[in-house]
Protein backbone atom coordinates (compact mmCIF):
# COMPACT_ATOMS: atom_id res chain seq x y z
CA UNK A 1 0.00 0.00 0.00
CA UNK A 2 1.25 3.36 -0.83
CA UNK A 3 2.14 6.12 1.50
CA UNK A 4 0.13 8.95 1.43
CA UNK A 5 3.18 11.16 0.66
CA UNK A 6 3.89 9.24 -2.41
CA UNK A 7 -0.10 9.61 -3.93
CA UNK A 8 0.48 13.91 -3.31
CA UNK A 9 2.01 15.20 -6.89
CA UNK A 10 5.29 17.14 -5.85
CA UNK A 11 6.78 20.07 -7.58
CA UNK A 12 9.94 20.37 -6.79
CA UNK A 13 10.18 18.46 -3.96
CA UNK A 14 7.26 20.32 -2.17
CA UNK A 15 3.44 18.70 -2.45
CA UNK A 16 1.34 20.76 -4.33
CA UNK A 17 -1.11 20.98 -1.66
CA UNK A 18 1.35 22.54 0.80
CA UNK A 19 2.85 24.69 -1.78
CA UNK A 20 -0.78 26.27 -2.23
CA UNK A 21 -1.42 26.51 1.56
CA UNK A 22 2.02 27.80 1.82
CA UNK A 23 0.98 30.88 -1.02
CA UNK A 24 -2.68 31.25 1.10
CA UNK A 25 -0.45 32.24 3.77
CA UNK A 26 1.69 34.34 1.95
CA UNK A 27 -1.60 36.23 0.62
CA UNK A 28 -3.01 36.85 4.29
CA UNK A 29 0.30 37.85 5.35
CA UNK A 30 0.26 40.92 2.25
CA UNK A 31 -3.23 41.71 4.14
CA UNK A 32 -2.13 42.36 7.58
CA UNK A 33 1.48 43.95 6.28
CA UNK A 34 -0.36 46.51 3.89
CA UNK A 35 -3.27 47.35 6.59
CA UNK A 36 -0.47 47.46 9.08
CA UNK A 37 0.92 50.04 6.84
CA UNK A 38 -1.93 52.22 6.35
CA UNK A 39 -3.07 51.26 10.52
CA UNK A 40 0.42 53.46 10.81
CA UNK A 41 0.39 56.08 8.24
CA UNK A 42 -2.80 56.91 7.99
CA UNK A 43 -4.80 55.57 10.90
CA UNK A 44 -7.05 53.00 8.88
CA UNK A 45 -7.44 49.57 7.60
CA UNK A 46 -9.50 48.47 4.75
CA UNK A 47 -10.88 45.23 2.64
CA UNK A 48 -7.49 46.09 0.13
CA UNK A 49 -10.55 45.38 -2.69
CA UNK A 50 -10.87 41.92 -1.73
CA UNK A 51 -14.01 40.60 0.44
CA UNK A 52 -11.68 37.54 1.84
CA UNK A 53 -8.87 39.05 4.06
CA UNK A 54 -6.38 38.23 1.53
CA UNK A 55 -4.65 40.18 -1.24
CA UNK A 56 -4.08 37.42 -4.18
CA UNK A 57 -1.41 39.05 -5.81
CA UNK A 58 1.29 37.59 -3.24
CA UNK A 59 -0.18 34.28 -3.55
CA UNK A 60 0.77 34.47 -7.42
CA UNK A 61 4.23 36.17 -6.47
CA UNK A 62 5.01 33.28 -3.97
CA UNK A 63 4.27 30.87 -6.62
CA UNK A 64 5.72 32.39 -9.64
CA UNK A 65 9.06 33.31 -7.36
CA UNK A 66 9.26 29.25 -6.18
CA UNK A 67 8.54 27.90 -9.85
CA UNK A 68 11.38 29.81 -10.92
CA UNK A 69 14.00 30.34 -8.46
CA UNK A 70 12.79 28.18 -5.20
CA UNK A 71 13.92 28.82 -2.04
CA UNK A 72 17.43 31.20 -0.99
CA UNK A 73 18.65 27.75 0.11
CA UNK A 74 17.46 25.83 -2.57
CA UNK A 75 17.98 28.09 -5.55
CA UNK A 76 17.47 26.88 -9.47
CA UNK A 77 18.20 28.88 -12.18
CA UNK A 78 16.59 27.14 -15.20
CA UNK A 79 15.44 24.67 -13.14
CA UNK A 80 18.38 23.62 -12.37
CA UNK A 81 19.68 23.87 -8.14
CA UNK A 82 22.49 26.18 -7.67
CA UNK A 83 24.25 24.33 -5.38
CA UNK A 84 23.89 20.77 -3.83
CA UNK A 85 23.72 21.55 -0.22
CA UNK A 86 23.08 24.79 1.77
CA UNK A 87 24.07 23.45 4.98
CA UNK A 88 28.06 22.73 3.27
CA UNK A 89 28.15 26.21 2.18
CA UNK A 90 30.04 28.37 4.09
CA UNK A 91 28.94 31.74 5.88
CA UNK A 92 30.58 33.76 3.44
CA UNK A 93 28.55 31.93 -0.06
CA UNK A 94 25.30 31.90 1.95
CA UNK A 95 25.15 35.29 2.17
CA UNK A 96 26.04 35.51 -1.63
CA UNK A 97 23.34 33.01 -2.29
CA UNK A 98 21.46 35.06 -0.78
CA UNK A 99 22.10 38.99 -1.52
CA UNK A 100 21.31 37.06 -5.39
CA UNK A 101 18.09 35.69 -4.54
CA UNK A 102 16.84 39.32 -3.11
CA UNK A 103 18.40 40.87 -6.18
CA UNK A 104 16.17 38.70 -8.36
CA UNK A 105 13.72 39.25 -6.56
CA UNK A 106 13.73 43.07 -6.24
CA UNK A 107 13.77 42.85 -10.02
CA UNK A 108 11.24 40.38 -10.56
CA UNK A 109 8.81 42.36 -8.32
CA UNK A 110 9.47 46.16 -9.97
CA UNK A 111 8.75 44.33 -13.04
CA UNK A 112 5.67 42.97 -12.41
CA UNK A 113 4.38 46.00 -10.78
CA UNK A 114 5.74 47.85 -13.88
CA UNK A 115 3.58 45.38 -15.89
CA UNK A 116 1.07 44.81 -13.97
CA UNK A 117 -0.22 48.53 -13.50
CA UNK A 118 0.63 50.01 -17.28
CA UNK A 119 -1.38 46.75 -17.89
CA UNK A 120 -4.75 48.00 -16.08
CA UNK A 121 -4.29 51.61 -17.01
CA UNK A 122 -4.02 50.50 -20.84
CA UNK A 123 -6.81 47.77 -20.61
CA UNK A 124 -9.40 49.54 -18.25
CA UNK A 125 -7.86 53.02 -17.59
CA UNK A 126 -7.08 52.20 -14.21
CA UNK A 127 -4.52 54.08 -12.00
CA UNK A 128 -4.69 51.48 -9.30
CA UNK A 129 -1.73 52.69 -7.12
CA UNK A 130 0.94 55.55 -7.02
CA UNK A 131 4.45 55.29 -5.77
CA UNK A 132 4.89 59.35 -7.15
CA UNK A 133 4.63 60.77 -3.22
CA UNK A 134 7.70 57.72 -2.65
CA UNK A 135 11.44 59.45 -3.60
CA UNK A 136 13.34 57.33 -6.16
CA UNK A 137 9.78 56.30 -7.94
CA UNK A 138 9.86 55.14 -11.47
CA UNK A 139 6.50 55.92 -13.20
CA UNK A 140 3.53 55.50 -10.78
CA UNK A 141 4.06 51.85 -10.24
CA UNK A 142 7.04 51.23 -8.72
CA UNK A 143 9.96 52.68 -6.95
CA UNK A 144 13.42 52.06 -4.93
CA UNK A 145 12.50 52.17 -1.94
CA UNK A 146 9.38 49.99 -2.40
CA UNK A 147 11.30 47.27 -4.05
CA UNK A 148 13.82 46.76 -1.65
CA UNK A 149 11.65 47.03 1.14
CA UNK A 150 9.75 43.96 -0.55
CA UNK A 151 12.41 42.20 -1.85
CA UNK A 152 13.96 42.11 1.62
CA UNK A 153 10.32 41.18 3.16
CA UNK A 154 9.53 38.13 0.65
CA UNK A 155 13.49 37.02 0.69
CA UNK A 156 13.13 36.61 4.50
CA UNK A 157 9.43 34.94 3.67
CA UNK A 158 11.03 32.34 1.12
CA UNK A 159 14.00 31.63 3.58
CA UNK A 160 12.47 31.45 6.87
CA UNK A 161 9.10 31.33 6.75
CA UNK A 162 8.47 28.92 3.24
CA UNK A 163 10.31 26.03 4.66
CA UNK A 164 8.83 26.06 8.46
CA UNK A 165 5.46 26.44 6.73
CA UNK A 166 6.32 23.50 4.68
CA UNK A 167 7.55 21.23 7.68
CA UNK A 168 4.09 22.32 9.81
CA UNK A 169 1.84 21.65 6.61
CA UNK A 170 3.16 18.15 5.51
CA UNK A 171 2.34 17.28 8.90
CA UNK A 172 -1.04 17.53 8.20
CA UNK A 173 -2.99 14.31 6.79
CA UNK A 174 -3.37 14.79 2.95
CA UNK A 175 -6.70 14.27 2.51
CA UNK A 176 -7.52 17.20 4.99
CA UNK A 177 -4.96 19.43 3.06
CA UNK A 178 -5.94 18.83 -0.14
CA UNK A 179 -9.29 19.67 0.90
CA UNK A 180 -8.14 22.88 2.51
CA UNK A 181 -5.69 23.80 -0.33
CA UNK A 182 -8.74 23.37 -3.25
CA UNK A 183 -11.45 25.04 -1.08
CA UNK A 184 -9.25 28.18 -0.19
CA UNK A 185 -8.01 28.43 -4.00
CA UNK A 186 -11.51 28.65 -5.74
CA UNK A 187 -12.69 30.89 -3.21
CA UNK A 188 -9.15 33.26 -3.49
CA UNK A 189 -10.25 32.67 -7.43
CA UNK A 190 -13.97 33.87 -7.29
CA UNK A 191 -12.75 36.77 -5.13
CA UNK A 192 -10.29 37.93 -7.05
CA UNK A 193 -12.14 37.30 -10.28
CA UNK A 194 -15.09 39.52 -8.60
CA UNK A 195 -12.71 42.14 -8.32
CA UNK A 196 -11.18 42.06 -12.01
CA UNK A 197 -14.82 42.28 -13.35
CA UNK A 198 -16.07 45.13 -11.39
CA UNK A 199 -12.42 46.53 -12.51
CA UNK A 200 -13.18 46.08 -15.64
CA UNK A 201 -16.77 47.68 -15.73
CA UNK A 202 -16.76 49.73 -13.53
CA UNK A 203 -12.81 51.79 -13.93
CA UNK A 204 -11.59 51.24 -10.61
CA UNK A 205 -11.60 48.69 -8.16
CA UNK A 206 -14.34 48.03 -5.35
CA UNK A 207 -14.54 48.85 -1.82
CA UNK A 208 -16.03 47.01 0.38
CA UNK A 209 -15.38 47.88 4.32
CA UNK A 210 -12.82 50.54 5.65
CA UNK A 211 -12.50 51.50 9.32
CA UNK A 212 -11.18 54.80 10.54
CA UNK A 213 -8.95 54.06 14.19
CA UNK A 214 -7.19 56.90 14.19
CA UNK A 215 -6.17 60.32 12.57
CA UNK A 216 -2.89 58.92 11.22
CA UNK A 217 0.21 60.60 10.43
Known amino acids: MRTDNREIKRIYGVKWTTLLCIAHVAAFSGWLTENGFRFFAAGKIDDRHQILPFISAYAFGILALF???????????????????WQALSKRK?????????????????????????????LFGIKAWTYENVPLHITRYTSIPTTLGFSAGVTLFMAYGFPSLERAFDRVSDKALTVAACLVTVLLLLDYGRTLAYAAAHGKFPKYWSVRIWKGI
Do not use: D, H
Not at 67 to 85: D, N, V
Not at 106 to 111: D, E, F, P, Q, T
Open 67 to 85: LFIGTPQKMRIFGKECFPS
Open 94 to 122: KWFYGGLYAVLTGVGIMLAELAVGVGLEK
